[in-house]
Nanobody, 126 residues
Framework: QVHLVESGGGSMQSGGSLRLSCVVS????????MAWFRHTPGNGREGVAS???????NYADTVKGRFTISQDKAKNTLALQMNSLTPEDTATYYC????????????????????WGQGTQVSVFP
């Protein structure tokens, strides 16, 4: 069975950094499109970053230049390095994966992903 488990969330002052991890089991992450999403009451669930096995990455404009998505194929894990955090980054962050091919314009849309983790909370204070 497919399982995605996020960790690494917490509380941080503005300007600080956090690193989120997603442990993948039941499939090989290197064969999937994978992504990070975040959910807030105001913005709903929005795509943050995506990655595929060849290293191609996509980022939301709100995080580009501050966040980096990466994949460790040996450990079958996904990571999100978050730098220069602001209160607007406060959200529940979710790891997602799909075996479907996703066109570039759809890789940050939640409808394309069939596997999801339980989420990890990130809180950023001014």
């Amino acid at each position: 069975q497919v399982h995605l488990v996020e960790s690494g969330g917490g509380s941080m002052q503005s300007g600080g950094s956090l690193r989120l991890s997603c442990v993948v089991s039941g499939f090989r992450a290197s064969d999937y499109f994978m992504a990070w999403f975040r959910h807030t009451p105001g913005n709903g669930r929005e795509g943050v970053a995506s990655i595929r096995a060849d290293g191609t990455r996509n980022y939301a404009d709100t995080v580009k230049g501050r966040f980096t998505i990466s994949q460790d194929k040996a450990k079958n894990t996904l990571a999100l390095q978050m730098n220069s955090l602001t209160p607007e980054d406060t959200a529940t962050y979710y790891c997602a994966a799909t075996a479907r091919y996703l066109a570039g314009w759809s890789r940050l849309l939640q409808g394309g992903y069939e596997h999801w983790g339980q989420g990890t909370q990130v809180s950023v204070f001014p």
